[in-house]
């Protein structure tokens, strides 16, 4: 099963790259964050005749999360944040999740704090798929380690150590970052970032214990951010055997 994850960043603007994703590389299913629209708005009826069916949670103008799936979709919740920010299912015979976390803004601002208790509490409610076969996938905001992100001794919003304490608390919980060594998934679209490859690597795919036995693979689709008007994330695949 290959699984997709992808800050589209407004899901109106990337609908041909999103056919192009689902031509090229046929994911059972597809992760969305940053979608920017409310429900009705919804370019549904794209997406379903690309053969997914649809969980969504939006809102205007910002956030939003969303699953597509070849495969029906059941116990779908995205009760986790008052915000559009996180939708889960159970798909395929699987349990997978899309998160969209708060960026932050800025250190030590009112919005920093908040993302900081966002994580905590995510931490703290991802223990009831400790046991499940369960994929998460999304845009973290934080590039974990230093190296995750193009400038040294970065300190600023996405690399600070309080920020990198979260992640890590993500990751003592029992769930890996399975694609750690894969590369930077985010540049500017300032500054001919992409071209310089000055990036950080803000999306990530977590698997428990029991998904990490049945990991195959996984990379940063860089192809797709090299299309025509691109989202300034690329999007991020893993295939489990199931």
Partial sequence: MKVVSWNVNSIR???????VLAERYSPDVVLLQETRVEDHAFPSEFIEDLGYNLAIKGQKARNGVAICSKFPLEEVNSDFSEDARYIEAFTGGIFVASVYVPNGQEVDCPQYFYKLEFLKCFVEYL?????????LGGDFNVGPY??????????GIAGTQRERDAIACLRNSGFKDILEKSGYTWWSYRQRGFKKDNGFRLDQFYLNHETQKIFKEGCVL???????????????MCEIDR
């Fill in 222 to 236: 860089l192809d797709i951010r090299k299309l025509n008007r691109p989202s300034d994330h690329a999007p991020i």
């Fill in 146 to 155: 230093p190296h995750d992100i193009y400038i040294k001794n970065y300190d």
């Fill in 127 to 135: 223990k009831k798929f400790h046991q499940e076969i369960f994929v």
């Fill in 13 to 19: 603007a990337r609908l041909e790259s999103f056919r």
